[in-house]
T-cell receptor, first 115, second 117 residues
Framework: GDSVTQMEGPVTLSEEAFLTINCTYT??????LFWYVQYPGEGLQLLLK?????DKGSNKGFEATYRKETTSFHLEKGSVQVSDSAVYFC??????????????FGGGTRVLVKP | DVKVTQSSRYLVKRTGEKVFLECVQD?????MFWYRQDPGLGLRLIYF???????EKGDIPEGYSVSREKKERFSLILESASTNQTSMYLC????????????????FGPGTRLTVL
């Protein structure tokens, strides 16, 4: 079945540091890939997505490129802020054209940015 | 903006109680989902529904049931709560178009943290 593996946290950084969170996946088809973010006390919200190989998703200074050859979708940000402290989830959708398409999530990576 | 609301942010129940978790979305979405979130395990799908009165089991349906009587409302039911159901429960919704295919972006509620004593 489908699965998503992401690096375990917590990841602790200083403000303005470079952030990378690794994500690899296993899927039988051609999935769409996502990064969701959960800020403290809130639900998940979509950060960015990519729907086909070599697509780059970007939002709020974060980027991730869909790499089919390495089945990866690593999240990067060049200069983090304290407000980026959150839990980040990598996810895939393997049936984007089916009724009630489902997401498969990784375990989440907690990121803490210190001033 | 899509808004998904959940009836309670925090809930404490006793073992054996029947528990209802309610979720309401205001964007006329066909698809609705219930997940549980546990540290290190990410989100796991319990049940989902792609239409009124329709439901499908997710990855971990045991000990849970659901109800979808109206399009905007999706309820998760713990028939007899147990301590291993202590968790954060997240509801989500997504849009399905007339031709049958769905957008892949899901919109989440704030979650209900359930403690079963």
């Amino acid at each position: 079945g489908d699965s998503v593996t992401q690096m375990e946290g917590p990841v602790t950084l200083s403000e303005e540091a470079f952030l990378t969170i690794n994500c690899t996946y296993t899927a039988t088809g051609y999935p769409s890939l996502f990064w969701y973010v959960q800020y403290p006390g809130e639900g998940l919200q979509l950060l960015l997505k990519a729907t086909k190989a070599d697509d780059k998703g970007s939002n709020k200074g974060f980027e991730a490129t869909y790499r089919k050859e390495t089945t990866s979708f690593h999240l990067e940000k060049g200069s983090v802020q304290v407000s980026d402290s959150a839990v980040y989830f990598c996810a895939l959708s393997d049936r984007p054209q089916a009724a009630g398409n489902k997401l498969t999530f990784g375990g989440g990576t907690r990121v803490l940015v210190k001033p | 903006d899509v808004k998904v609301t959940q009836s309670s942010r925090y809930l404490v129940k006793r073992t054996g109680e029947k528990v209802f978790l309610e979720c309401v979305q205001d964007m006329d979405h066909e698809n609705m989902f219930w997940y549980r979130q546990d540290p290190g395990l990410g989100l796991r799908l319990i049940y989902f529904s792609y239409d009124v009165k329709m439901k499908e089991k997710g990855d971990i349906p045991e000990g849970y049931s659901v109800s979808r009587e109206k399009k905007e409302r999706f309820s998760l039911i713990l028939e007899s709560a147990s301590t291993n159901q202590t968790s954060m429960y997240l509801c989500a919704s997504s849009l399905r178009f007339e031709l049958g295919w769905s957008t892949d972006t899901q919109y989440f509620g704030p979650g209900t943290r359930l403690t079963v004593l």
